[in-house]
Each structure stands twice: as structure tokens, then as C-alpha cells.
């Protein structure tokens, strides 16, 4: 497992932009999928996007496709640039690996993440 820690979290005018990272511990990193989620008041935890450890193809909700983007860096970082926002994506974003040298059968589906973050608060304002 990785320990891992988001960032970046903060209050945005709705069609403004937001980064977050994902700070991951542990020498193999490069080889875990990683995975953004989130969830907001009173609502089940949803996904948002995800990245494979090979290739780096990524998935999105479709909620979120075509504002968010996910990347990562060769060091240990994982990203969420968010674009047009809306007050919709209100809400606690998680970062999530599983690993090593795996890939989630279904990106959706938190249960297939073997490490989570803390969480970081994102607040829109219309």
C-alpha cells in the first residue's frame, strides 16, 4: 500500500479552475493505478476520474468530462485540474491506488482501491 495526502482543496466562483494533487508515499508508485472521488453532503461517494500505472489512459465520470483532467508526473503526484466548475462539484475529493501493477476492473467502484487519502474540501460558489 502507498500512504497518500491530497491538496489544493479551496473555495472557486463557479466557471473558475481548482488543481488538486495526490501526494503518494512508497518506492513503487509508478506501478499504481490512482483514482479521484468525491462526495458531498448527504450523497454517496462517486467517482470522478482515473489514470491507469501503464500507458496512461484515463477515464471520467461523465459529469466531469471535458472540465476535469487527471495526470500524474514521474515523481510521485498525482493530479485533478479542474476547469468550468459548477457548484454541483461541491464536495470532499478523495484520491485512491490500488496496485502494484494493477488496474481497477471497474474504475468506479471504490472498493476496488486498495489505499485513500484524507480528503480535501472543495466548495463552489454560484
Known amino acids: 500500500q502507498v500512504q497518500l495526502r491530497e491538496s489544493g482543496g479551496g473555495l472557486v466562483q463557479a466557471g473558475g479552475s481548482l488543481r488538486l494533487s495526490c501526494a503518494a508515499s512508497?518506492?513503487?508508485?509508478?506501478?499504481?493505478?490512482m483514482g479521484w472521488f468525491r462526495q458531498a453532503p448527504g450523497k454517496e461517494r462517486e467517482f470522478v476520474a482515473g489514470i491507469r500505472w501503464s500507458g496512461g489512459s484515463a477515464y471520467y465520470a461523465d459529469s466531469v468530462k471535458g472540465r476535469f483532467t487527471i495526470s500524474r508526473d514521474n515523481t510521485k503526484n498525482t493530479y485533478l485540474q479542474m476547469n468550468s466548475v459548477k457548484p454541483e462539484d461541491t464536495a470532499v475529493y478523495y484520491c485512491?491506488?490500488?496496485?502494484?501493477?494493477?488496474?481497477?476492473?471497474?474504475?468506479?467502484?471504490?472498493?476496488?482501491?486498495?489505499?485513500w487519502g484524507q480528503g480535501t474540501q472543495v466548495t463552489v460558489s454560484s
Open positions: 512508497g518506492r513503487t508508485f509508478g506501478t499504481y493505478s
Open positions: 485512491a491506488a490500488v496496485g502494484p501493477r494493477k488496474v481497477p476492473t471497474n474504475w468506479a467502484r471504490g472498493a476496488g482501491y486498495d489505499s
